[in-house]
């Protein structure tokens, strides 16, 4: 199994750069849609492409195929359960969702899907999940059948955060809901990222250069954005630039 997505990250985490991650979801990015999105990043290119969501009726792997075709971005799994599976992304975030008490979340799916992960040698970068209110009921809420961490509870996130990295989980994500009406409060972002050393992704409801810069300043190292591309995909090109520019500046 390699690591180069891992190290990708750690490198830029080390260096002080800023990631984005463009979230395709099967379900939502599909036929003429799909094909406006990859055009667009055949020029405008973020660092990765997370593939997946919380209910599809679509394939993943058809999707990443298709993507495939037509650039070379790295591809990173971004599962909804063990269905989504496909050894064709370059990296699988194993997401446990370790802010919910639903055993199937945290475990069971892991247990279903393990040794075709295994076999196939995909790289596998096991990720603490923890979803925040984002102010309201969101799919991974109501598919995991867990509760949101209460917005204004940064103690009960950072104590979250911190048992993921204790149990030895490589990446923490911060999730507001795909869509979110407000995305992770910053100060909650700031306080996890004064406490943990591994890196720290963040998603949900960004849906604007101030929230994405709002997002890095309080310590994300990668941002993930799904829906505000969906409903208009030229934000594509003002993100990915908006990003070139900070990282820039932080040199
Ligand atoms: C959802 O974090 C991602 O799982 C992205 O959320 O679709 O709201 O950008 P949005």
Redesign the pocket.
């Known amino acids: 199994m390699n690591n180069n997505i891992f190290q990708k990250i750690l490198k830029n985490k080390a260096a002080k750069q800023k990631m984005l991650a463009v979230?395709l979801d099967p379900d939502q990015c599909r036929n003429e849609h799909l094909t406006d999105i990859l055009n667009i990043l055949k020029t405008h290119k973020p660092d990765f492409i997370f593939v997946g969501g919380?209910h599809t009726t679509f394939s993943t792997e058809i999707l990443i195929e298709q993507i495939k075709q037509n650039t070379a971005i790295d591809i990173v799994l971004?599962p909804g359960d063990a269905s989504q599976f496909s050894a064709k992304a370059d990296a699988l975030l194993y997401l446990s969702l370790i802010s919910g008490r639903n055993p199937e979340y945290l475990i069971g799916q892991h247990v279903n899907s393990s040794l075709a992960i295994k076999e196939s040698g995909i790289e596998v970068i096991p990720t603490a999940y923890i979803l925040i209110e984002g102010g309201s009921t969101s799919s991974?809420e109501y598919m995991s059948t867990t509760k949101a961490i209460p917005r204004s509870k940064y103690n009960i996130a950072l104590s979250t955060a911190m048992a993921g990295e204790l149990l030895g989980m490589q990446i923490v994500y911060l999730?507001?809901?795909?869509?979110?009406e407000l995305s992770v409060p910053d100060e909650m972002i700031k306080i996890i990222r004064n406490e943990l050393s591994i890196p720290i992704i963040v998603?949900?409801?960004?849906?604007t250069l101030d929230s994405l810069q709002k997002a890095y300043d309080a310590g994300a190292d990668l941002v993930?954005?799904?829906?505000?591309f969906?409903t208009e995909p030229n934000k594509i090109q003002d993100f990915v630039e908006f990003v070139d520019k900070y990282n820039i500046k932080v040199d």
């Open positions: 979230l919380s971004f991974v999730e507001a809901g795909s869509g979110a998603g949900g409801g960004i849906k993930v954005v799904g829906n505000a969906e």
